[in-house]
């Protein structure tokens, strides 16, 4: 089965500061990659996804994630935090389960934490 | 708007009660999907079903059970067989066929705490 590790359950940054969050993946197959943001008490929102093409991926509010085949990677980043992004942010990868379904697998999450 | 409804938002439950959450979408999605949250363990896949009156159990079946018997509706049911049931419960969708990249669309989920 394909699975996500995230390195860093809490990553702490000033407001302005590079937000850089780590995403590192297992695949048999090219992969489909996903970043998803979760506000308290809410759902899951899409910010960002990797199908095929380019491997530079440009989401929602300002971030950016790049599919690196040879480090089996998919690091989230923005140039400049904002206290908004403050949140629970979480990598999945699509895993086949049926000849046309797929779940997503996630990763255990990274609580982001932006500081004045 | 198209979206994933999930009631109820909070929800209280003794000891030995089942209790059903209610998933409901208007995205025309052929799959559905529930996983269960826990702080710092992620998102567990729980049951998922790709067509009307067909699902199929995911990582952690035990304990509860589910229905599809329209497309819009995919209710979960948490049982007194669940050993530690208390935890955020989040339904989710997907187009399930044809361009399927199995990106999710996500409800707001419900809070389940047994007391």
Redesign the interface.
Known sequence: AQSVTQLGSHVSVSEGALVLLRCNYSSSVPPYLFWYVQYPNQGLQLLLKYTTGATLVKGINGFEAEFKKSETSFHLTKPSAHMSDAAEYFCAVSDRISNSGYALNFGKGTSLLVTP | DGG?T?SPKYLFRKEGQNVTLSCEQNLNHD?M?W?RQDP????R?IY?S?IVNDF?K?DIAEGYSVSREKKESFPLTVTSAQKNPTA?Y?C?S?I??GK??????????S?LTVL
């Open positions: 994933i999930q799959a999907y996983y710092g363990q992620g998102l896949l998922y790709q199929q995911g955020f989040l989710a997907s399930g066929t399927n990249t199995g990106e999710l669309f996500f409800g707001e989920g809070r």
